[in-house]
């Protein structure tokens, strides 16, 4: 089955769409949890985030949308991707290949609200 005794597989779908201003934690990403896909299935006015547990910010915090590329957090390397917001149709996505340290969760950004991952 290719996974491992013992790993188990998560996945989720985040579909609400009325939400208020500000960040809105939509995961948290379990201590240990490897080949991390955070994905925007459609491109939206949102902007996926990320934070340690003890509220650092990884990427897009702090009301400042960074660049795309790559981040430490959690022992381990995420690359942040954004395609070009004028002729691009795909979302954001955060990935990370290693197994994280410590668990981080998951924050939806909207320019309104923001999506966030805590790690």
């Given at each position: ?6 790993l188990?597989?998560v996945?989720g ?8 201003f500000g960040y809105?934690e ?6 240990g949890a ?23 910010s ?6 400042v ?9 959690a022992?381990t390397?995420l690359t ?25 969760a ?7 609200t923001r999506?966030?991952?805590v790690?």
């Amino acid at each position: 089955s290719g996974c491992q005794k013992g790993l188990r597989v998560v996945r989720g779908n985040f579909s609400r769409t009325f939400l208020r201003f500000g960040y809105h934690e939509i995961t948290e990403i379990p201590a240990g949890a490897s080949d991390v896909r955070i994905r925007e299935t459609v491109k939206s006015r949102n902007y996926l985030a990320l934070r340690t547990q003890s509220g650092l910010s990884v990427v897009n915090g702090n009301w400042v949308v960074d660049r795309q590329g790559s981040f430490t957090a959690a022992g381990t390397r995420l690359t942040y991707q954004r395609p070009n917001e004028i002729r691009s149709r795909k979302g954001e996505s955060i990935t990370a290949a290693g197994a994280a340290d410590r668990g981080p969760a998951c924050l939806p950004d909207l320019p309104a609200t923001r999506s966030q991952c805590v790690l």
